[in-house]
């Protein structure tokens, strides 16, 4: 039985050493597949996944302010299940609806985890549904954050980043 055990000892490192080489690329492979977080909605228009069938919610808030330090709305991280998205709103308040006709909010929704950006421009136009706007969306894997502000226009400066807090799936997701 030695002899037989020391025959095939240069098959077992050998054996050995291809289990270990074909771990590491799966490892490899593993990590590489674990760090795309893009999805086919990055970057497109969330009113497909944010019908009014749909369970949207609110996951952030943060104020939105003039370059004076008014208050002109909020801005919101919306959530969107059915497409594992968020992105960015923004309701203003009906004073600043009117003050601030003309012009334009940047709505901006940033993922950290592969520094995903996208970036949208909405005009203040007024009228009906003229309080709110928003930007594109992203996957919300692993975590989603909107920013927005006012842009200068009209001989006005533009008003403060508000950002909120980063945002991903909820449990279970």
């Known amino acids: 039985m030695g002899r037989t055990l020391e025959r095939?000892?240069?098959?077992?490192?050998l054996l050995l050493l291809v289990a270990v080489v074909c771990a590491a690329l799966?490892?490899?492979?593993?990590?590489?597949?674990?760090?795309?977080?893009?999805?086919?909605?990055?970057?497109?228009?969330?009113?497909?996944?944010?019908?009014p069938s749909q369970d949207v919610s609110v996951r952030a808030k943060a104020p939105?302010?003039?370059?004076d330090h008014e208050r002109i709305g909020t801005l919101l991280l919306r959530y969107s299940p059915r497409c594992a998205t968020e992105?960015?709103?923004?309701?203003l308040t009906p004073?600043?609806?009117?003050?601030?006709?003309?012009?334009?909010?940047e709505v901006i929704a940033i993922r950290p985890a592969?520094?995903?950006?996208?970036?949208?421009?909405?005009a203040l136009v007024g009228g009906r549904n003229g309080r709110y706007g928003y930007g594109n969306q992203l996957g919300a894997n692993p975590c989603v954050r909107a920013q927005a502000r006012l842009l200068a226009g009209h001989g006005q400066p533009a008003g403060r980043?508000?950002?909120?807090?980063?945002?991903g799936l909820p449990a279970g997701q």
């Open 64 to 67: 939105l302010f003039a370059a």
């Open 8 to 13: 095939w000892r240069p098959g077992y490192a």
């Open 161 to 167: 980043l508000a950002q909120t807090e980063c945002q």
């Open 114 to 122: 592969d520094n995903r950006v996208t970036v949208s421009e909405t």
């Open 87 to 91: 992105w960015g709103q923004f309701v």
């Open 26 to 51: 799966v490892i490899r492979d593993a990590a590489q597949i674990g760090l795309s977080w893009a999805t086919s909605y990055d970057g497109t228009d969330p009113t497909p996944c944010a019908s």
């Open 95 to 105: 004073a600043a609806e009117k003050r601030l006709l003309g012009r334009a909010i």
